[in-house]
């Protein structure tokens, strides 16, 4: 038997990735940053316990989930194809469909445990170092809470493939900043927005609870990365800054460029039928029925996309977002969306809340 095989209760299903990194000894125990000393302490402070401080007896309301249930934000169940389909057969839609989306949550939450606990070894600074601590314990919660939950919906599904390269990136590459900028600014940036707003739309109680607990988390993990760059990007060289804006460029792209061939639609599809419906059928539909959907997301404020709505201008307050790397992301998303919603998009890209804690907890605070 291996090592990383326990005894009989499950299969075993590991995967590994070769990893290269120095870890950094610290000899200096005084405080270097105090924004990130004060972040480490607040983190100690909001610690939370995924099994006492959430509802779990009452299970997942399958009516609100099914009524408020949204596919990567557009919001399905405006449409009259949606209201017209049996009650049972919404709620097999909504619960594989978000059972898709949650299982790529939950696989991110297991990479963005093993990066934190990577970036306990690599940061230089001993306040990095104590911030990281508090992450990995927040990102173990994590994992704990979003498998539960999605145990209640379905079986956890497959990791997409673009989601795993780019953890693998994350994972293997040695430079701590480049772990930083993948996972805190891109991966973090990508889940708190998401989670912030799935949870604005479902009207599921447990679900709600969740996002918002695991959000607050990610509010703090954001700050991070944003606190601890903001410091260090000033001193670095042109060429170094351009090292950095490339692997997040790259990492926003394996998450969200349709041309790798890994497009989150293709998934959905085959979810769809085997529920039964013909995809094509319904996405048609769907598309037939544009004003409903456009109604329907201006009145929730209109919708951005994380990447555009979030990590860009993350990238942006950090120094990272030069004209270079724009030029990039316009030709990304003329390649995908045509040039004059790339210029949109482009135009749009808008200012970062100044209190992430504020934005996540936005009408939630007494949840
Ligand atoms: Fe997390
Ligand atoms: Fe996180």
Known sequence: MSATEL???????????????????????????????????????????AIKDL??????????????????????????????LPQETRWQIARRSAG??????????????MVAGQLVSAV???????????????????VEAFAAYVKLLDDVQPISPGLKKLLDNVLSVEDWMLKAVGMQVVTEGLALYSFRDMRNQTDEPLLKQLLTYVGRDEARHTGYGIKYLNQ??????????????????????????QRTGYSMRDTVMKLWADAGIDPVEAFQAMTSERDVIAKALERRGGRMGPISGFVIPTLHSIGLYSER???????????????????????????????????????????
């Not at 898709?100 to 963005?112: I, K, P, V």
């Not at 260090?232 to 460029?257: C, G, H, M, N």
């Open 55 to 84: 509802d779990w007896e009452k299970g997942v309301d399958h009516e609100a989930f099914t009524r408020t249930f949204s596919l990567g934000g557009i919001p399905v169940t405006e449409t009259s194809f949606w209201k017209k």
């Open 100 to 113: 898709f989306m949650l299982s790529n949550f939950l696989h991110g939450e297991q990479g963005a445990l």
């Open 124 to 142: 230089p600074h001993m306040d990095g170092k104590f911030y990281a601590a508090t992450q990995t314990m927040d990102e173990a919660r994590h």
């Open 325 to 367: 790397i724009a030029g990039h992301f316009r030709e990304m998303w003329t390649a995908n969306m045509g040039a004059e919603a790339a210029e949109h998009m482009a135009s749009r890209s808008k200012e970062l809340p100044e209190d992430l804690e504020a934005w996540v907890n936005e009408g939630y605070e007494t949840l």
């Open 7 to 49: 005894p009989e209760k499950h299969p075993v299903q590991t995967e590994g990735v070769k990893t290269a990194m120095e870890a950094i000894y610290n000899w200096n125990y005084e405080p270097e940053i105090d924004q990130i000393r004060t972040l480490y302490a607040k983190a100690l402070d909001l610690q939370w316990i």
């Open 232 to 257: 260090v990007v000033p001193t670095l060289t042109r060429a170094q800054k351009d090292t950095i804006e490339d692997f997040a460029f790259e990492a926003s792209r394996l998450l969200i460029d």
